[in-house]
């Protein structure tokens, strides 16, 4: 799996994150991704988004 967006020292404001297992995690649930991207079109609920930015910690 690639990382398919950069990581950045600043957070995102106004995202909070509390997935510990990302690449993009910071402490103090911020998120360090340059952006996130929210899925799919369309989506009626929470179950049926998702974070197509999540990388997992070990894709470095």
Do not use: Y
Not at 46 to 52: K, N, V
Request: include cysteine; hydrophobic fraction near 30%.
């Amino acid at each position: 799996m690639d990382v398919r967006v950069s990581k950045s020292n600043q957070p995102i404001g106004r995202v909070k994150c509390v997935v510990d297992s990302c690449h993009f995690w910071g402490s103090g649930k911020e998120c360090l991704a340059q952006e996130i991207e929210i899925q799919p079109p369309g989506a009626q609920d929470t179950q049926t988004t998702d974070c197509a930015t999540f990388t997992p910690k070990n894709m470095q």
